[in-house]
């Protein structure tokens, strides 16, 4: 959905598509609190997925009409951060909610908070700084807004944009969203406790280096591109000293390596940075629309190719459980494969822009 949602942000602007996505949010977790059946319920967590694609790209497309420079970088950096407590929230207060007050409860309750969101937008939002003036930034057609995106895609800047987002961001969200429990309770032998810790840690961590990137961003934009390098090395060493480990990692170690990992969430701000530097306001939806399906496309991929190569290495007569370190080892080192991909092209396209901003 980014694309449309991107599209549509540059039509109708931002703070109307962050109704809509509330409200879709609100509708999506009603249906799941009072789903009569699993087939139900997935209806409505895909109604709350479609809502949360309005989210994002509307919301940097909003920071940027009431800000520009390295005000923007920074404001960008830090409503991000500041929304990664819904992962907090969502691994600790609502499952204590779901435990103790029961499924339907504990579901309605989100969608009234949604509903309350939606409230909140009318009253108190707008999408410019000059929102006086009618139609400032936004486009006259849907159609007008597709041949912004088309323009968009052939700009290197906005290339590079997408492949930054594409080589930050999968390894943190693959890890957080898939990987991270199988591997660390099977493979590495931890107790689910320090699981949950982890990725709290790990939402916690992006509070520290949501900042910092920002100040980098704001401080000195010449040295985004190298902070994009920095990062991904950071997680390739990371993933090879965990690999290098001949039997279960400590602790402590485990909680390091997940914690560098955790950057590139963080990092992948840096592609919006990118891309307000060589579209318009009026076509920064569609752009930031297409950089943002980077990294989720960059992230089912190596969730599928982790998955795809330890079920090619478990063999069932062998007695040894599926989720053992040797495949995991291999399945994660298939991500080298996704990232050497999205460097090779970031390397390409920054080439490119920089020649085209001379």
């Given at each position: 959905m980014?694309?449309?949602?991107?599209?549509?942000?540059?039509r109708?602007?931002?703070?109307?598509?962050?109704?809509?996505?509330?409200?879709?949010?609100?509708?999506?977790?009603?249906?799941?609190?009072?789903?009569?059946?699993?087939?139900?319920?997935?209806?409505?967590?895909?109604?709350?997925?479609?809502?949360?694609?309005?989210?994002?790209?509307?919301?940097?497309?909003?920071?940027?009409?009431?800000?520009?420079?390295?005000?923007?970088?920074k404001?960008?950096?830090?409503?991000?951060?500041?929304?990664?407590?819904?992962?907090?929230?969502?691994?600790?207060?609502f499952?204590?909610?779901?435990?103790?007050?029961?499924?339907?409860?504990?579901?309605?309750?989100?969608?009234?908070?949604?509903?309350?969101v939606?409230?909140?937008l009318?009253?108190?939002?707008?999408?410019?700084?000059e929102?006086?003036?009618?139609?400032?930034h936004?486009?006259?057609?849907?159609?007008?807004?597709?041949?912004?995106l088309?323009?968009?895609?052939?700009i290197?800047?906005?290339?590079?944009?997408?492949?930054?987002?594409?080589?930050?961001?999968?390894t943190?969200?693959?890890?957080?969203?898939?990987?991270?429990?199988?591997?660390?309770?099977?493979?590495?032998?931890q107790?689910?406790?320090?699981?949950?810790?982890?990725?709290?840690?790990?939402v916690?961590?992006?509070?520290?280096?949501g900042p910092?990137?920002?100040?980098?961003?704001?401080?000195?934009?010449q040295?985004?591109?190298?902070?994009?390098?920095?990062?991904?090395?950071?997680?390739?060493?990371a993933?090879?000293?965990?690999?290098?480990?001949?039997?279960?990692?400590?602790?402590?170690?485990?909680?390091?390596?997940?914690?560098v990992i955790?950057?590139?969430?963080?990092?992948?701000?840096?592609?919006?940075d990118?891309?307000?530097?060589?579209?318009?306001?009026?076509?920064?939806?569609?752009?930031?629309?297409f950089?943002?399906?980077?990294?989720?496309?960059?992230?089912?991929?190596?969730m599928y190719?982790?998955g795809l190569?330890?079920?090619l290495?478990?063999?069932?007569?062998?007695?040894?459980?599926?989720?053992?370190?040797?495949?995991?080892?291999?399945?994660?080192?298939?991500?080298?494969l996704?990232?050497?991909?999205?460097i090779?092209?970031?390397?390409?396209?920054?080439?490119?822009?920089?020649?085209?901003?001379?």
């Amino acid at each position: 959905m980014q694309i449309p949602v991107g599209i549509l942000v540059d039509r109708f602007g931002a703070k109307v598509l962050l109704v809509v996505g509330a409200a879709i949010m609100a509708a999506g977790q009603l249906t799941v609190a009072f789903a009569p059946s699993l087939e139900y319920a997935v209806v409505g967590r895909m109604l709350v997925g479609l809502g949360d694609s309005f989210t994002f790209i509307s919301m940097i497309r909003m920071v940027n009409g009431w800000y520009s420079g390295a005000k923007a970088s920074k404001i960008q950096q830090y409503v991000s951060t500041a929304g990664q407590t819904g992962q907090f929230f969502s691994a600790v207060p609502f499952w204590f909610m779901l435990e103790n007050l029961g499924w339907e409860p504990a579901f309605s309750v989100m969608a009234a908070a949604s509903l309350l969101v939606v409230l909140l937008l009318l009253a108190f939002t707008s999408n410019e700084v000059e929102e006086g003036k009618k139609n400032t930034h936004a486009v006259n057609s849907v159609k007008q807004a597709w041949g912004q995106l088309v323009e968009n895609v052939r700009i290197p800047g906005i290339r590079m944009s997408f492949w930054t987002h594409f080589t930050t961001q999968p390894t943190t969200t693959s890890v957080g969203l898939l990987w991270a429990v199988p591997y660390l309770v099977t493979a590495q032998g931890q107790k689910l406790e320090f699981v949950a810790f982890i990725l709290s840690a790990m939402v916690g961590f992006g509070f520290i280096t949501g900042p910092i990137i920002a100040e980098i961003c704001a401080r000195a934009p010449q040295h985004r591109t190298q902070l994009v390098y920095s990062v991904v090395g950071l997680t390739v060493l990371a993933w090879v000293v965990l690999f290098a480990m001949p039997g279960s990692s400590p602790s402590w170690l485990l909680l390091a390596c997940f914690l560098v990992i955790s950057i590139g969430g963080p990092a992948s701000m840096v592609a919006f940075d990118f891309s307000k530097d060589f579209v318009p306001k009026q076509s920064l939806g569609s752009a930031n629309g297409f950089a943002n399906v980077g990294g989720f496309l960059a992230t089912l991929i190596m969730m599928y190719l982790t998955g795809l190569v330890i079920d090619l290495l478990y063999d069932p007569n062998s007695g040894v459980d599926r989720y053992n370190l040797e495949s995991f080892r291999w399945g994660f080192a298939s991500q080298f494969l996704v990232i050497a991909i999205g460097i090779f092209f970031f390397t390409k396209e920054s080439r490119k822009a920089l020649k085209t901003s001379k």
